[in-house]
């Protein structure tokens, strides 16, 4: 094989990671350079420094630092059996591009996942490598996010963790069967003892030392995982109680759902389709109601007949339609909770709902203001001088919300 | 604005610049305790030695003009804002608090709206240059320097300067738009002049690799030009050196998709037929032991690692099994393992184990001599946001579960069984009784297994009331204290 510039090993590698959607650098602690005169840090905001076509965000260096591997999973570019090119970075390489593309106000800062090659622990190790000579060598202060292979050992991770924002660990699919069916050689067990195994690890450091009663720096941004959705037959209703069960069990910070996406040498047991992004953002949407807006998994699809979000209009609305009964809401009464339910009413909508009724009562109009789409709202809402009647429980009111919706967004 | 000598307001101001809050601060402080009303001023800026000299009221003896606390910081940001119109907007805002204190809590009123947006405005470019500036490298060793061209909408440079600072210390770098610079030398900050586009360097080499990078981590499956757009404008791409990309990965976005698509799957990579022989020797079908065949508790603890005799399995994390010496004289039955137990793999080491493990040790027995476990092994729980919530297991699950029970009785031969709780009882005895009425009780199975009937420690962690608390501890020591002398006879 001949021997590859740092550009083509950097494209094979790059495109052979785009199917990580997570590329996010919020949330982890403030850190600058300014004592120690290095370069980066982090401010609690995410940045995204540039999109893709695909409307994604660009945030990261997001690389792998081979694509070769031992496992052979269907869905996967870089599975064993596929024929796509094959490149492998040095250390030094992906240290320098890092700083690089840094120094220049392209990045937040570096994912680095990788195909495992000869053993789990090689490959980590290689991988805590790059951070640890980031941090120690290159004085860097930028987001670093680490795949973790779940196999490696607990010594590794915990180095990782010691150089890291955020740790991650793919549950790949919804189910435990999904996983054995299109990743053979992954073991869903062994993934949940990983994740297990790092929220014991954030807690215990969490904890101040008893010696220096500082506490030890580990993973600050979290962990993190994600899941594929459409390469199996796991209903969304399966997909978020799958969710709702890691966010409670590790604590994860984000579960991230990537809509099945047709690779290049595609395997023949998966599906050859465009990737359904409408459901992927459904599902996300879905996701929020569980994190932020006080909703319990199991309420979210009760009562629908599949068990599958409605493609058309958003959870919120589609639950509110289906639950009349508990609508209309006053605005200038209920609390936070019963705000939050109402479609359209978003979280910094209801903080200024709050906010305002304490000096004056608030119209519809007032509403309106504040809001995005009145439409939406008109009919679960009671408001000085506005009372929906008989709207709520018409029996066309989702076609005819929808339809408003769809000409503002002519307008 | 008008030119100012049209213009017939009573008062005119001079700011010294664009972004001169202190210059408009001073000002307004003046005018609004003169009580001069917004229409009768002027607000003007002009820079260097030409500035006329502003003709203003000095502030009236032991006057203060009170505004709530975050009015300061919501101005300062306003102001940023390239409306010339917004030193005479804030100054309203100023002149309406007076008798409306609360008006910047009030989210519909027009003037609190546009102040919002305005501070939105500001704060979406501020958070664009961060992202958006692009440093092209000169000069090397000593020499080196990064130096960036960028075009922000409002006045924002000053504001965003510190922000660089934090992140390029380690870096000589300056940041040059169309109304200021922002220098770096590595140790001071200084703000100057407007510069041009051709000050800046017009190429740099790792902007190739950027490039490479930006067309390889795009996805064209998933083509979402519009979303992209939103979040990155038109207007910042003559800037940006990837963007001139953009067109083509679009329009071949269509045709990549579908070849992808229509690519048939090829036969295995010719490597892929080594690497599974080299680390996946064919793994013969396995047939998931029941433990049936099970000689010492640590092979029965590895068959019931598979367990799917209940669905319980499917949420938790793994199978929590008894622990202690395979001869113990007797093994105590909890109900199920908590969000502790699920994490670390080990019966009773969470809030509960430990107020168990407590009173054991008050109770003079040794906690490494008993054998603990529990009647479910799999942890049964209702997750609540970042919390699992216990819930009870239910006869069905017990009743599975009771395999594994059964067995760990098998090999460990206790003389004497501790049910603790209902959970417990219910799986050692085969049927539901009432525990707090039969508390202390020896119960003695057909198998002559004797049974002694307590609570789980669990309960008094529940208890609220302090003095409570401590005669159900001292209730459940009594327990133990029992099961001591039980042992020993």
New interface residues.
């Given amino acids: 094989m001949s021997v590859l510039t740092i550009r083509e090993k950097l494209a094979i590698l790059s495109d052979a990671a785009k199917y990580d959607a997570s590329c996010a650098s919020s949330g982890s602690a403030k850190k600058d350079s300014l004592k120690s005169g290095g370069v980066g840090s982090t401010e609690g905001m995410g940045i995204c420094h540039s999109y893709a076509p695909d409307g994604r965000c660009i945030s990261l260096l997001k690389i792998l630092l081979t694509n070769f591997c031992i496992y052979d999973c269907s869905y996967c570019i870089n599975r064993s059996s596929s024929n796509v090119r094959r490149a492998r970075f040095g250390i030094d390489e992906v240290v320098k591009l890092t700083m690089d593309f840094y120094r220049r106000n392209y990045i937040e800062g570096l994912f680095l996942s990788s195909g495992v090659i000869r053993s789990p622990d090689e490959t980590m190790g290689e991988m805590v490598e790059v951070a640890r000579r980031l941090r120690l060598e290159e004085k860097f202060s930028g987001y670093i996010h680490l795949k973790t292979i779940p196999e490696s050992s607990a010594d590794l991770v915990e180095q990782a963790g010691l150089y890291a924002d955020r740790l991650s660990i793919n549950i790949e699919l919804p189910t435990d069967e999904g996983v054995k069916k299109l990743a053979p050689e992954k073991r869903p067990e062994t993934i949940r003892l990983s994740m297990a195994n790092l929220r014991r690890k954030m807690e215990e450091k969490a904890e101040p030392t008893l010696r220096t009663k500082k506490r030890e720096r580990f993973a600050p941004g979290g962990q993190s995982t994600q899941m594929i959705v459409g390469a199996d037959k796991t209903s969304d209703d399966g997909i978020l109680h799958t969710s709702a069960r890691l966010y409670g069990s590790y604590h994860l910070r984000r579960v991230y759902y990537s809509a099945f996406s047709p690779i290049p040498d595609a395997s023949s047991s998966l599906p050859l389709q465009k990737p359904p992004l409408m459901r992927e953002h459904r599902l996300y949407q879905a996701d929020w109601l569980m994190r932020f807006y006080g909703f319990s998994q199991p309420e979210i699809l009760a009562g629908s007949s599949d068990g599958m979000l409605d493609l058309a209009i958003d959870p919120k609305l589609a639950w509110a339609l289906r639950n009349r009964g508990q609508f209309p809401v006053d605005i200038n009464r209920a609390d936070r909770e019963t705000l939050l339910r109402v479609p359209g009413l978003g979280t910094k909508v209801v903080t200024k709902i709050l906010q305002t009724r304490r000096h004056r009562r608030m119209r519809l109009e007032d509403v309106g203001r504040i809001c995005h789409s009145i439409a939406k709202l008109r009919p679960f809402i009671i408001a000085e001088g506005w009372s929906p009647g008989a709207l709520t429980d018409k029996a066309g009111l989702r076609g005819q919300i929808e339809r408003s919706c769809e000409q503002l967004a002519l307008f | 604005m008008l030119p100012a000598e049209l213009d017939l307001a009573r008062y005119t101001v001079w700011l010294e610049s664009q972004t001169d809050f202190a210059g408009w601060r001073d000002a307004a402080r003046r005018l609004a305790l003169n009580e001069v009303r917004p229409e009768d001023i002027g607000w003007h800026v002009a820079a260097g030695s030409d500035r006329p000299q502003s003709d203003l009221p000095d502030v009236p003896e032991g006057a203060q003009l009170v505004v709530p606390r975050d009015f300061i910081d919501h101005t300062e940001t306003a102001f940023c804002h390239c409306d010339p119109g917004r030193f005479a907007f804030l100054y309203r805002l100023l002149w309406r608090l007076r008798a409306e204190p ?1 008006l910047l ?4 009123d027009p003037d609190t ?1 546009r102040l919002e947006a305005m501070e939105k405005a500001v704060r979406r470019d501020s ?1 664009k240059m ?8 000169i000069g090397d060793g000593e020499e080196e320097r ?1 130096v ?1 061209w960028f075009e922000p909408d409002h006045f924002i440079v000053e504001r965003n300067a510190d ?1 660089f ?7 000589r770098w300056t940041i040059l738009t169309p109304y200021a610079s922002a220098d770096w030398d590595g140790e001071r900050l200084a703000i100057g002049p407007g510069a041009a586009k051709t000050d800046a360097p017009d190429q ?1 080499d ?5 490039r ?17 757009q939103k ?2 404008p038109k207007k910042y791409w003559r800037n ?1 050196p ?1 963007a001139s990309l ?1 067109p083509d ?2 329009a071949g ?1 269509d045709k990549a ?1 579908k ?3 229509a ?1 048939m ?2 036969t ?2 010719p ?2 037929a080594k ?2 022989a ?3 020797p064919k793994h013969q079908p396995a047939e998931t032991p029941d433990g049936d065949a099970a000689h010492t508790i640590s092979e029965l603890r590895e068959a019931a ?2 367990c799917r005799r209940c669905p319980l399995w ?2 938790a ?2 199978t929590v099994f008894g622990e202690g010496p395979d001869n113990a004289k007797v093994i105590f039955v909890g109900e199920q393992p908590g969000d502790q137990e ?4 080990k019966p009773f080491v969470g809030p509960a184990g430990k107020v168990f493990d407590a009173i054991l040790d008050d109770a003079g027995v040794d906690r490494l001599e008993v054998y603990v476990t529990n009647a479910v092994k799999h942890f049964k ?8 919530i216990h819930s009870k297991p239910n006869a069905g699950e017990v009743q599975a579960c009771r395999w594994w029970i059964d067995r760990e009785f098998e090999l460990v031969k206790p003389e004497l069984a501790v049910a603790l709780g209902a959970t417990a009882a219910l799986s050692l005895l085969g049927k539901a009784i009432p525990v707090t009425k039969m508390r202390g009780q020896v119960i003695e199975r057909e198998d002559g297994l004797r049974v002694f009937i307590t609570i789980h420690p669990s309960f008094i962690l529940r208890i609220r009331d302090h003095a409570d608390k401590e005669a159900e501890r001292e209730r459940f020591l009594q327990d133990m204290k029992q099961v001591r002398k039980l042992m020993s006879t």
Avoid: C
């Fill in positions: 609360k809590a009030i989210a519909s709206r958070h961060h992202a958006f500036v692009r440093f092209r490298k990064y960036a922000f600072v934090r992140r390029f210390t380690g870096m740099d790792t902007e190739a690799l950027w490479t990078y930006f067309a390889n981590i795009f996805n064209p499956a998933r083509l979402k030009v519009k979303a992209m979040e990155m940006l990837e953009i990965l679009i976005a998709a070849d992808m698509i690519r799957p090829t295995p990579a490597h892929h690497v599974q080299k680390h996946w690692k598979g499917r949420d994390t793994q699920d994490l670390a793999g729980f209702e997750p609540r946001g970042k919390r699992r």
